[in-house]
């Protein structure tokens, strides 16, 4: 299943089309994009009997799938080959700071560009679809109601000034875009296993698996849970893999006009304009 938010209100995307779940469900769900996660298992059961569209499908109608999440985790360093072109060596536990809600936008947003040194980081992105408080790591997938794509874009002067600040560096307005939908678990053959990658003007950046991560997203789920508890509709940017700009010799940003595209195996691509 593909959950989609269209203009602001929560769909269902069909083979042929979108259902509006606030029209399917004569009101049981929805419009809220948010609200099918509060409601999860209810709705999980209720998804399946939905098979007709109610419109067409509007690419440019499409919106953040989770644009209110109570809590944003991101994890730095959680790919072997980024921690190695970073210099740094595999960690024990995972680099976890968080990105600010207000920075999350759709999957075809612009990328408004105010600094020089923005950089791209393509993620994996895990919405939980259940409460996980002391998850143990094998329950993990059980709490995810799906993924997304998402990118994690850096301002590397803000994020690493004043001895390093990672969360307002990565909360810049817009530098977070997620989409274009959220897909259940359930339609990946392996989901610990895609490939994932994103290019700069048609230039390939990024280019991996996410098979390469140091902590999986059932670990990643085990870890934080052991933390603070996990909401419905909450996100977990997962990591970026190796490619970054700032990684390079010499380092490259994003510049303005330039399209960046991010893609991940079975979930879609999103596009961002930097403006």
Not at 37 to 65: C, G, Q
Not at 100 to 107: E, M, R, S, V
Not at 228 to 256: E, K, S
Request: glycine share 10%; proline share 8%.
């Amino acid at each position: 299943m593909r959950i989609a938010n269209i203009d602001g209100r929560a769909a269902i995307v069909l083979p042929d089309g979108i259902a509006d779940i606030a029209t399917v469900s004569d009101g049981r769900f929805g419009p809220d994009p948010m609200s099918v996660y509060s409601a999860w298992d209810d709705f999980v059961a209720f998804a399946p009997t939905v098979t007709t569209p109610t419109a067409p499908l509007d690419e440019a109608a499409l919106r953040n799938p989770v644009p209110l999440p109570r809590q944003v985790f991101a994890i730095g360093l959680n790919y072997r080959q980024h921690a190695a072109e970073s210099g740094r060596s595999s960690m024990d536990v995972p680099a976890t700071f968080t990105k600010f809600p207000a920075a999350l936008a759709g999957p075809f947003d612009d990328i408004e560009l105010v600094v020089e040194t923005a950089d791209w980081e393509v993620e994996l992105v895990v919405v939980i679809g259940r409460t996980a408080d002391r998850v143990a790591e094998a329950d993990g997938w059980s709490h995810v109601a799906g993924l997304a794509i998402g990118q994690d874009i850096s301002d590397r002067t803000l994020q690493f000034a004043a001895g390093g600040q990672f969360s307002l560096g990565k909360s810049r307005r817009g530098y977070g875009p997620i989409g274009p939908w959220v897909v259940t678990v359930d339609e990946f053959d392996d989901p610990g296993n895609l490939r994932l990658g994103c290019s700069v003007d048609g230039e390939v950046m990024q280019d991996a698996r996410t098979d390469d991560m140091i902590f999986s997203v059932p670990r990643l789920i085990a870890e934080l849970s052991a933390v603070v508890p996990l909401w419905p509709g909450d996100v977990i940017f997962t990591g970026t893999p190796h490619g970054v700009g700032v990684a390079r010799t010499p380092p490259r940003f994003l510049q303005r006009g330039q399209l960046l595209e991010t893609w991940i195996e079975g979930i879609g691509t999103i596009r961002n304009r930097c403006v």
